[in-house]
């Protein structure tokens, strides 16, 4: 068969850039909005069986296309080659059309196989992005020939002129064509269903699972599940409409009332916005006490709200949620959790966490590795049991046993060892080794099953229950139908009520004392440093040490072995470590270092060695009711906030809360309070002397650096060699006026420190006037509880 040239005459040709995509569809890349939904399944009005007879779909539905088929219109001969490439097994698109230079109408059309061609690589701008290398895609073009050309005649009717049936490859068989992008629509009617079940509160795969029983199997929905998501965030999307104003001039309010308060917009605020995060001072204080392991929860992914919300949250000294910042994600790419993360962290004054929990996501574990390097990243594990309920529905509804055999091998294997045999018995009982699914978690078993994360603090009590701050900030003020209009009210109803529980917390370990069950005086100890929750916890490890024996098995010098097990139970038997000398201990449960607690094991040890009471470095402080007093969580050096670039807020902001630290010190005592209002007054002399040279610093360790700085860099340029020569030789005069200068800067520096002392003595004032109403409101609930 032979085409007519293009080209030709009063025509020009014009090649469609839209479907030069790949046609086949990565499952675990997500799509942007409804892209791949190109084509409807809709003929539009028929075609033509001979040239110049009308073709009508409701006739032969398997008819082929051939050379001189007509049709009413170009969406029509669309429509029919797409529902054609459908049955047959391929995917489609438009290749190139030829316009009349006349009028600029389409007067041909060619519509192609999507494996036609091959892929042309972009060329690369000059400009330097950085190193930042994007995910490699699949080749999936391979040259097919296969074509559909037609054109327009003079009555208005489109005719193919040109048609190759043949293809270079394989074709898709009927159960996976839908996942070809050409074929793949959300229909009208299944839009409707997703709106009533998303509104409901169902997520994408529980609508999956109605829409494959609605239309009686995932072949006829005509959709995948990521087209479903995709969906379901433009209806968001949608759905959020301006109520993001409403967020944007809360949280311009809250900056506006105190410069603490953090709010981050990615993209442009006024004209494009993506997500959006903030943290109040609170949020920010928090962190500097309990940022050794966080969670980003990301629930409303699976729809249990409705509102696209992830807050950052970690564990207080009670054991309770504490929330250290909240995101708005209505952008789910790795580059917007990127954002997301490295404005987190820069929130949180670019301090990382020990440890991170997050869903189970490829993306998300890709932002994390880049933002958190040195971050021990755990996956929810109640995340990926919930997932196995739809993952597994097959095999959980023939094996009624397996559910419960999979979270015994998970929870309960003592050992890495004892978990790989389990897991390759259980999956070979019931013939699992080819299952997609449990091959991916297996190979991501380092990220989510405890015995493999034992090494590392997470603040949890057992890595085989639950801990009562996963994903529950906000529950009982966030449910599916809330709006981010009501959201930004019930926002500060949670935080109230946290903050009540807290203050309530605080009082039960501050104002009555815990029953002993024992006369240890590691008991007491406990009891006296320790909160009320976390006292508990420990005591119900001390009571049961009773029923265990400690045998030693292996003394080398300082260092002695013990074989810790429970009477009777002595098959499950676990090995401590003591230094004695040093007064360190390690057990095989790795308890402390999993919940910064001792367990069992180890008090069990210190019972037969005569060790009466805790060594100091096994009572963390974050577990303390002393906990949020004196100095707070390490501090890790950063370079970027010394950095020129930095703003004033953020300089206002940290010093700010550095001298709140201070502060909270200094009122104890009236010893301490001199010592601190001393102090201060030395400060507030040496920052007078700095302002009166303009901000310079002058200190030892900076001139240092400079003239190190200076020296290399006149190593290298002859230039400079004489101005070096020259302030060396500096005569006797000039350094005399430079000290009468700096005499007249001191003078007006203490006259300024006059003033700055009677501000800070001020402040000083208004915080303890402060303290004595919170004292007095305490009484007041204290009153209130005895009535």
């Known amino acids: 068969m032979e085409f007519e040239p293009l080209g030709m005459g009063n025509d020009v040709i014009e090649f469609d850039m839209m479907g030069l995509g790949d046609d086949t569809v990565d499952i675990d890349h997500q799509l942007d909005d409804d892209d791949g939904l190109l084509i409807e399944n809709s003929y539009g009005s028929g075609g033509s069986r001979a040239v110049g007879e009308l073709y009508l779909p409701e006739g032969d539905t398997n008819l082929e296309p051939y050379e001189g088929m007509e049709f009413e219109s170009e969406e029509a001969a669309k429509a029919f080659y797409n529902s054609y490439a459908r049955r047959v097994g391929f995917g489609t698109r438009v290749s190139m059309s030829r316009r009349s230079r006349r009028d600029g109408a389409i007067i041909q059309r060619s519509f192609v196989c999507a494996k036609e061609g091959f892929r042309v690589e972009k060329e690369k701008s000059g400009r330097d992005d950085g190193p930042r290398i994007k995910r490699p895609r699949a080749e999936t073009r391979v040259g097919c020939k296969a074509t559909l050309v037609i054109k327009i005649q003079d009555s208005g009717r489109w005719v193919v002129s040109g048609f190759v049936k043949e293809h ?8 996976k064509v ?6 793949r629509h959300v229909s009208g009617s299944a839009k409707s269903l997703i709106d009533t079940l998303q509104g409901a509160g169902i997520g994408p ?38 109520d993001t104003q409403i967020l944007l001039d809360y949280l311009r309010q809250k900056q506006s009332e105190n410069p603490a308060f953090f709010y981050a917009v990615q993209g442009d605020e006024e004209r494009f916005m993506s997500n959006i995060f903030w943290a109040d001072a609170k949020a920010r204080a928090n962190y500097t006490y309990f940022g050794d392991t966080v969670t980003f929860d990301t629930t409303y992914r699976s729809n249990r ?10 564990v207080n000294h009670h054991g309770q949620p504490v929330l250290f910042g909240c995101a708005l994600l209505i952008n789910e790419s790795e580059a917007s959790f990127v954002w997301l993360f490295r404005t987190w962290l820069e929130a949180m004054s670019n301090r990382p966490p020990v440890s991170i929990t997050t869903d189970h996501d490829r993306v998300i574990r890709l932002a994390v590795t880049e933002i958190f390097p040195g971050t021990r990243h755990r996956f929810c594990k109640w995340h990926i049991f919930k997932e196995s309920q739809e993952k597994l529905s097959r095999v959980l509804s023939e094996h009624l046993n397996f559910e419960a055999e999979l979270h015994k091998c998970v929870n309960l294997s003592e050992s890495t060892e004892e978990f790989e045999s389990c897991w390759l018995s259980l999956i070979d009982r019931y013939d699992l080794r080819e299952h997609e699914w449990l091959q991916t978690i297996y190979a991501d078993r380092l990220q989510w099953v405890p015995v493999y994360l034992r090494d590392t603090f997470f603040a949890e009590m057992s890595i085989t229950q639950r801990s009562d701050s996963m994903n529950s900030y906000f529950d009982g003020y966030v449910n599916a139908s809330t709006t981010l209009q009501l959201f930004v009210k019930q926002y500060e109803k949670a935080l109230e009520s946290r903050y009540e529980k807290e203050v309530k917390a605080d009082y039960d370990t501050l104002n009555s004392a815990p029953i002993l069950k024992t006369p240890s005086p590691m008991e007491k100890q406990a009891a006296a440093g320790y909160t009320r929750k976390l006292f508990m916890k420990f005591q119900e490890e001390l009571v049961e040490t009773l029923t265990f024996l400690a045998t030693k098995v292996e003394d080398e010098e300082a260092l002695t072995t013990y074989r810790v097990a429970k009477f009777e139970e002595n098959h499950k038997a676990y090995f401590v470590k003591l230094d004695s000398s040093q007064m360190k201990v390690t057990c095989s449960c790795q308890m402390f270092e999993f919940s910064g607690l001792l367990c069992r094991h180890v008090l069990s040890v210190f019972r037969v060695t005569n060790v009466l009471t805790l060594p100091s470095r096994y009572i963390l402080k974050r577990w303390t009711r002393n906990a949020k007093s004196g100095v707070m969580l390490e501090e890790h050096p950063n370079d970027s906030m010394s950095s020129s670039k930095e703003s004033q807020t953020v300089r206002y902001n940290n010093l700010r809360h550095e001298a709140l ?11 301490i309070y001199d010592v601190a209002m001393g102090a201060l007054r030395e400060a507030a002399s040496k920052v007078a002397v700095e302002k009166s040279k303009g901000g310079r610093m002058t200190n030892v360790n900076e001139t240092s650096r400079k003239s190190h700085a200076s020296l290399r860099t006149h190593a290298n340029d002859t230039t400079g060699l004489p101005q070096w020569g020259s302030e060396l030789s500096q005569s006797e005069d000039e350094q005399e006026r430079k000290i009468r200068k700096l005499t007249r800067q001191l003078e007006h520096a203490q006259r300024k420190c006059e003033v700055y002392r009677a501000n800070l003595l001020a402040v000083l004032k208004d915080i303890e006037h402060q303290k004595l109403q919170l004292t007095v409101k305490v009484q007041s609930i204290k009153l209130g509880m005895k009535d």
């Open 168 to 175: 270079n490859h394989e074709l898709v068989p009927p159960d």
């Open 205 to 242: 795969s529980g609508i999956m699972s109605a829409l494959i029983k609605e239309y009686g199997g995932i072949t006829n929905i005509g959709f995948t599940e990521r087209d479903c998501r995709n969906y379901m965030k433009s209806s968001r999307q949608r759905t959020l409409g301006g």
């Open 661 to 671: 630290k201070f502060v909270d010190e200094g009122v104890n005592t009236v010893e």
């Open 178 to 183: 839908h996942c070809l992008r050409s074929h």
């Open 305 to 314: 709200y409705r509102l696209p919300f992830a807050p950052f949250t970690g």
